[in-house]
């Protein structure tokens, strides 16, 4: 279990393991915002894991270092079409340039979603609206992105967090 990091104003700051969490709060560093079901014990303490925790000191804010990859941008679409909502393997999923490169889209953040074979082939060099096949969500850089074992589906985001995360992840 991971556990979800908010500054002093709420606001998402990264994702840590559960224990390192249970150690912020032990030396006094985070308070807890929520907590998944299960019951950590010790043989002195017995508390919740914490789901999502608020850090009580400021510190300084850190843009995120995400690397543009073909993974990356599966994981921040969840391994879904973002035009047609099916969720597929990864080997099925294309990507898609938002603003066709034919039309002088550039292949970042902002301009790249994924798309399955056939709603690529449907929309080809076209904007979607050109296409009249409007996108799920727009897509942005992502502040994280959900962890993957190897050879195993994207996990999807924990309900705890998505309050917190301003969008339905």
Known sequence: MRTLVLDQGYQPRHVIPWQKAVSMLYVGKADVVEEYGEVIRSPRVELKMPAVVRLRR???WRPPKIRFCRVNVMLRDEMTCQYCGEEF???DLTYDHVVPRCQGGRTSWENIVTACRPCNEAKGGRTPAQAGM???????????????APGAEVR??????????????
Do not use: F, Y
């Open 134 to 148: 409007p996108l799920l969500r727009e897509p942005k850089r992502p502040w994280t992105l959900p962890t993957v």
């Open 89 to 91: 393997p990864i080997g």
């Open 58 to 60: 400021r510190s300084p």
């Open 156 to 169: 999807r985001v924990p309900e705890l967090w998505r309050a917190w995360l301003g969008r339905a992840a």
